[in-house]
């Protein structure tokens, strides 16, 4: 049963409650001052993109080259799986030019009937693949995609900014498809929902020309946070 507040008292804990709850809900959220290692050489590349077969040739055209630049440049890929749409492109590029892609495929999906030709690795489920897709790779690269590819992408730059990684984002923005994306971010920034530099957590190429110098010139921004992820404990007594 809750205790009742004698009415003589209720406003002034109330307000007490209040005063406790504010003061702690804005306590801020720690500087930079041990940011995880930025990948000192970079191996392997996560490629997000969408699997929609029915997109503008230009986009395949330009996630062939990208793959043609990987495989240039001795990077390995690692993607979603499968052969349709832009992952498919970018992963044919790759092993037709003798380079490695490995595919991290859910069990659903692989399930459904979705056609592997890499190396793949099956998981259980989107969470387990997001996770491997990021422990493998050195840097992250979006060419343009739907949900899929936003929500992949968006998950690797909020875990940059809460120091989770230091790896390079890097968005390909064929046909100028992410500068609806970038001036939302622009607005989040002047709204004040996104603090500091952090908007430059991911930097935007205009063609695979450029992604090259962007992947050797990344460095994230100190505006993000200093968050310690590398103490697993779950134990209560020693988390305050």
């Known amino acids: 049963m809750i205790p009742r507040i004698p009415d003589t008292d209720c406003?002034?804990?109330?307000?007490?409650?209040?005063?406790?709850?504010?003061?702690?809900?804005?306590?801020?959220?720690?500087?930079?001052?041990?940011?995880?290692?930025?990948?000192?050489?970079?191996?392997?590349?996560?490629?997000?993109?969408?699997?929609?077969?029915?997109?503008?040739?230009?986009?395949?055209?330009?996630?062939?080259a990208l793959g043609n630049l990987m495989v240039k440049k001795g990077y390995n890929l690692i993607y979603g799986g499968g052969q349709v749409g832009l992952m498919g492109a970018v992963a044919k590029a790759v092993v037709e030019g003798g380079g490695k892609a490995k595919g991290i495929v859910p069990v659903p999906l692989y399930r459904s009937g979705s056609n592997q030709f890499t190396e793949t690795v099956i998981v259980p489920d989107m969470h387990t693949r997001k996770r491997i897709m990021s422990e493998e790779s050195d840097a992250f690269i979006a060419l343009p995609g739907g949900f899929g590819t936003m929500e992949e992408l968006l998950e690797v730059i909020t875990w940059s900014q809460l120091n989770v990684h230091s790896k390079p984002i890097i968005l390909l923005n064929t046909n100028n498809y992410y500068d609806l994306f970038t001036q939302w971010i622009n607005h989040c920034t002047d709204e004040k929902f996104i603090s500091?530099?952090?908007?430059?957590?991911?930097?935007?190429?205009?063609?695979?020309?450029?992604?090259?110098?962007?992947?050797?010139?990344?460095?994230?921004?100190?505006?993000?946070?200093?968050?310690?992820?590398?103490?697993?404990?779950?134990?209560?007594?020693?988390?305050?």
């Open 11 to 64: 406003k002034e804990k109330v307000t007490v409650h209040k005063t406790l709850f504010f003061k702690k809900s804005i306590m801020p959220l720690p500087p930079l001052t041990k940011p995880v290692p930025k990948p000192e050489i970079i191996k392997s590349i996560c490629v997000f993109c969408g699997a929609n077969e029915s997109v503008d040739s230009s986009y395949f055209e330009q996630a062939d």
């Open 196 to 240: 500091g530099n952090n908007k430059s957590i991911f930097v935007v190429c205009n063609s695979v020309d450029e992604v090259e110098d962007a992947l050797n010139n990344y460095e994230p921004p100190t505006s993000r946070y200093g968050l310690d992820w590398t103490d697993k404990s779950t134990d209560r007594s020693h988390l305050i």
